[in-house]
């Protein structure tokens, strides 16, 4: 007899954003913003300076509650969650500025990280050494982004390219499913950037769904699946790097307001 096979149920994005809005007083900064981001998948998000790159992660992580539109991850609609809330849904972010503790080692960090993040539910899990769980955490997380050897180290005393690389290890740390990040090479020698591009395409290559914003194009087009486009707080269009690179659109909007 035949075997009945009943298929998988059909896979949404990882990260859905709808008609997004937001703005402050009279002024509107993002603007009926659409985009949805499959599971696996490594989307780039470029645009000149102010184009509402940033404002756009702050409402998908929370920082801002938007005007319109809904943000849904793995399919729940988290468009009025807190910041802490979607985290522990899944959600990790990095900030276009460094946040480290400058004064701690590298384990340190990512250790506080980790803790944060695995806090809430500890007594619920009822492990009987949580620390084990960060402290674990906190190892691989340096280990994926090549500093585990450099563990004992003080964090203020890292080049920028290996703090950016520390601040992706604290995000990694606690797991996430889809990884924000807000220019994750500012502030990164040229020579370092690379590298560090490099890492965020590994992190993808291992299954990470990632929304990575970058304002200089060149840097994304090798390891990005597909470009978004931000310009005047729209999105001006989403699309393969080739199709981007080649759309007459792109190059005047962006070119005509380079700095
Ligand atoms: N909280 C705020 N209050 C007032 N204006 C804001 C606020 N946040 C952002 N803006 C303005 O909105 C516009 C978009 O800012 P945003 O930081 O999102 O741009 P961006 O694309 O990330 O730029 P950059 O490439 O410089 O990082 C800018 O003109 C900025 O000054
Ligand atoms: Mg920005």
């Not at 900064?29 to 790159?53: F, H, Q, R, Y």
């Amino acid at each position: 007899m035949e075997e009945v096979v009943t298929p998988p149920a059909p896979v949404g994005p990882a990260l859905a954003v709808a008609g997004l809005g937001w703005g402050v007083g009279g002024m509107v900064i993002v603007e009926d913003v659409t985009l949805e981001v499959a599971a696996g998948e490594l989307v780039s998000v470029i645009g000149p300076n102010g184009a509402g790159k940033t404002s756009l992660i702050n409402l998908i992580s929370g920082v801002h509650a938007p005007r319109t539109g809904t943000v849904r991850l793995l399919g729940e609609d988290i468009t009025r969650l807190r910041p802490a809330d979607r985290t522990q849904r899944g959600l990790g972010r990095t900030f276009q500025t460094a946040s480290l503790f400058p004064g701690l080692t590298l384990i340190e960090n990512v250790r506080l990280a980790a803790q944060a993040h695995l806090g809430g539910s500890l007594h619920l899990l009822a492990v009987p050494r949580p620390d084990d769980v960060a402290q674990r955490r906190a190892e691989a997380a340096l280990e994926r982004v090549g500093l585990l050897q450099r563990r004992d180290d003080i964090a203020g005393r890292l080049s920028h390219g290996d703090k950016r690389k520390l601040e992706l290890a604290l995000v990694i740390s606690a797991e996430p499913r889809v990884l924000l990040l807000d220019e994750p090479t500012a502030g990164v020698s040229v020579e370092e950037t690379q590298p560090l591009i490099d890492l965020i395409g590994q992190l993808h290559a291992a299954g990470t769904t990632i929304v990575m914003v970058e304002h200089r194009m060149e840097f994304v087009v090798d390891v990005s699946d597909r470009i978004a486009v931000m310009h005047e707080g729209r999105l001006l269009m989403t699309g393969t790097p080739r199709d981007v690179m080649t759309d007459d659109r792109v190059r005047s909007a962006y070119l005509g307001h380079r700095a």
